[in-house]
């Protein structure tokens, strides 16, 4: 399997396979994006911007070095989307099949469909600017735009929070379908605060989660560099206040949509402060 991975690796992921609790890959595929490409960059990126964080985590007092961490590096690059989400399906199968949790580092949206057809059992929380309800997509069900619609089918009504919404199309929004997710918009939580939400996000999604961020959720101030950026978002301690609250029941994770070519710097760092604190807290909990 070796020969599928580049070699560069996260400095904290110090652990064998064999050893690990978490399991982190990059998936560089951004063949769907419509707007901005470059997705495909971002593992490595991020890899890069993590080299600059501190191992010591202040807040809850552990060190990431010693939270079992594999880096198994990029997947092969894939020409077509099916192809891309398939062996996300096949790598995220084995690592949870071991016990371990997945970390994904996309990558476009798209790739989170592989991931979640292992997770059918479980409640899901994305962070998303964009409702990503459509049927299909420039002729493709799998396109990036289709996402929510996908894990809706695989995982079922009422088990989906989509948080950070403010871009949605008429026809999404007239869908029968629509409200068998719950769509919170970045401006209630703007208006209400985050903790607002956090019973009613517990009350769907139940207590195995599988968390997905689209940095687009996260306001342009903070997360410039997306494929596609939408004004009006969520404080990006908004999404650190969901990771504090939902890291201990979260059994897959993903980080996507990132695209380092608009980048000054600071989404790489974002996302990789994102992955660190949700790996952070999961553990600490572990072992108070
Ligand atoms: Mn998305
Ligand atoms: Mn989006």
Not at 25 to 36: A, I, K, L, M
Not at 162 to 190: L, M
Request: some cysteine.
């Amino acid at each position: 399997m070796t020969e599928f991975f580049s070699f560069l690796k996260l400095p904290d992921a110090n652990s064998t396979y064999g050893s690990s609790r978490y399991v982190i890959f990059g998936v560089p595929f951004d063949g769907t994006s419509s707007f901005r490409k470059g997705s495909k960059f971002a593992p490595d990126a991020v890899r890069i911007a993590w080299d600059n964080l501190e191992s010591f985590d202040f807040s809850t007092g552990s060190d990431i070095s010693e939270a079992r961490i594999c880096d198994l590096g990029n997947l092969k690059e894939e020409s077509a989307v099916e192809f891309a989400v398939d062996s996300v399906e096949t790598v995220t199968r084995m690592i949870k099949a071991d016990g371990r949790i997945p970390i994904m580092m996309g990558g476009e949206h798209s790739i989170t469909v592989g991931a979640i057809r292992n997770f059918r059992n479980c409640g899901m929380i994305i962070v998303d600017a964009h409702s990503d309800f459509r049927e299909s997509y420039h002729g493709n069900k799998l396109n990036h735009a289709c996402v929510t619609r996908r894990a809706l089918e695989l995982l079922g009504p009422n088990r989906i929070v989509s948080i950070g919404t403010r871009s949605v199309s008429r026809e999404e929004y007239e869908s029968e379908d629509f409200k068998k997710v719950r769509f919170i918009s970045a401006e209630e939580v703007r208006e209400k605060g985050i903790e607002y939400f956090i019973e009613e996000i517990r009350g769907i999604v139940g207590d195995r989660i599988y968390f997905s961020i689209d940095m687009d959720g996260i306001d342009p101030a903070y997360a410039p560099a997306v494929g596609t950026p939408e004004p009006y978002g969520l404080k990006d301690t908004d999404v650190r206040h969901l990771l504090k609250q939902f890291s201990t029941e979260v059994v897959g994770f993903d980080i996507v949509e990132f695209s380092p070519q608009y980048d000054q710097g600071n989404t790489a760092m974002l996302a990789a402060k994102l992955i660190e604190d949700f790996i952070s807290i999961n553990s600490s909990k572990l072992n108070p």
